[in-house]
């Protein structure tokens, strides 16, 4: 391959999604010359979002008004029997305009000339130029050669980057459509069913009466789509319009490597519990910030410098917790509908639900599973569960040390 013909950056940053475009704003406030390759034409689109997200976002960005469409104030959560309980409390998480979201930071990063945009280009090749020191990486696209000192994949769940890396995510698929209709505009609404059991099926209201309703799961996606409009008595013909995507499942994968960072849901960093990935990759991004900032600083891009300041900061702050969600995940996946109910029943019977609403933080469960431990019924519940699935919970526990 010919280098003397690519176009020079520091930073190359693949995928202008959330996780792109916010790191590309974060690093247009420094002086690093900074190119950010998007296949797309169109920044946000297409839509692959319920778009709900905890209140905590404000406190981690400065979320403009016009972004935000609704607010909830209830969490219904409801057992494939039909039970349910309703979870109401300190937390009213956000409805937003994603792509609006997206197309904010990708303004904002483009007010600094320093930062480039390739639109319409996707990624097609990568290099790692040993020859350079410190070395470099030498990427090709659709339109041209670039070669810079760090590559930073953003490019989502199928991430181009991540298999260059060996680093693959297991996949849901996700399906989505905006409809018309008259459920309750305070609830976003949480369906728990074996049919999807890797995730669950949402209601959640955007405001004026409009609802995005979905489900994720491992497959068969449209017929059990279908199933759950059918549930819901939800004509698919009455929709405004309808989205789909993949979501990662699992937990943070490896993200720092010679040159290399991972960002986002290339990285895995998305909520077993949920699939939502927004609040961990704005957490992320910032701690890539820095470290990318402190590489040029001692012109260190070597995998153990990107792991000390990126990928185990990651960890401590994040990759714990998204253990905790998928541990959660991995028992409500093999609840059978009479312990999905039970459970509900002790939430019920104990007033956890109060514990929820005070302790419960959508994004990191860690000190509401503690302080549902402390209580001797939930200890049953997990103890009558494990017992019975002993081979459940060695995988859990291989797999909870193995990351
Ligand atoms: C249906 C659905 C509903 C969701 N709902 C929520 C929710 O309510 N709340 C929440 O927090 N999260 C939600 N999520 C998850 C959230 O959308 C993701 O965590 C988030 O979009 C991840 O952002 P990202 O920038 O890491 O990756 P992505 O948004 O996947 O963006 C990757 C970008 O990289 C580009 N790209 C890929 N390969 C290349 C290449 N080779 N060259 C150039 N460009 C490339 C893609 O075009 C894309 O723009 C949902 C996901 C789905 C699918």
Not at 356 to 371: E, H, N, Q, T, W
Request: proline content about 4%; overall charge positive.
């Amino acid at each position: 391959m010919m280098t003397n013909s690519a176009e020079e950056f520091d930073v190359c940053i693949v995928g202008a999604s959330i996780a792109g475009n916010y790191l590309s704003y974060l690093l247009s406030k420094t002086d690093l010359n900074v190119v950010v390759v998007e296949e797309h034409r169109d920044i946000g689109l297409p839509l692959q979002c319920a778009g709900i997200i905890s209140q905590k976002i404000s406190n981690l960005i400065n979320l403009p008004n016009n972004i935000v469409k609704h607010r909830v104030q209830i969490a219904k959560l409801v057992s494939p029997s039909g039970k349910f309980i309703e979870l109401s409390g300190n937390e009213h998480p956000y409805v937003i305009d994603r792509t609006a979201l997206d197309k904010h930071f990708y303004t904002l990063a483009q007010s600094n000339p320093k930062v480039s945009f390739y639109l319409g280009e996707k990624v097609k090749s990568i290099r790692i130029l040993k020859e350079d020191f410190p070395p470099s990486v030498l990427i090709s696209t659709t339109k041209r050669m670039i070669i810079c000192k760090m590559l930073i994949g953003c490019d989502g769940p199928t991430s181009f980057v991540g298999s260059f890396l060996n680093v693959n995510n297991k996949l849901l698929y996700a399906t989505q459509i905006r409809v018309n209709a008259q459920f309750n505009e305070n609830k976003a609404v949480l369906v728990f069913n074996p049919r999807w059991k890797e995730l669950f099926g949402w209601i959640v209201p955007e405001g004026d009466k409009t609802y995005r309703i979905g489900i994720a799961s491992s497959d068969q996606i449209k017929d059990r789509f279908d199933v759950f409009l059918r549930m819901l008595n939800i004509n698919s013909r009455n929709k405004i319009d309808q989205q789909g995507g993949l979501i990662p499942y699992g937990m943070m994968n490896k993200c720092a490597f010679n040159n290399i960072i991972l960002l986002g849901d290339a990285a895995g960093q998305v909520k077993a519990t949920t699939g939502g990935g927004i609040i961990m990759l704005i957490t992320a991004a910032k701690i890539a910030s820095e470290c990318i900032q402190k590489a040029f600083k001692n012109n260190d891009f070597s995998k153990h410098f990107l792991k000390e300041h990126y990928e185990i900061p990651c960890k401590a702050l994040i990759g714990e917790q998204l253990k905790i969600h998928f541990l959660i995940r991995k028992i409500l996946e093999s609840l059978d509908a009479e312990e999905f109910d039970y459970f509900f029943d002790i939430i019920k019977i104990n007033h956890i639900e109060n514990l929820i609403s005070v302790y419960g933080d959508m994004d990191f469960p860690r000190d509401l599973a503690m302080k549902m431990l402390r209580n001797p019924m939930v200890i049953k519940f997990l103890l009558k569960f494990i017992i019975r699935r002993p081979l459940l919970l060695l995988k859990i526990l291989f797999l909870l040390i193995r990351a």
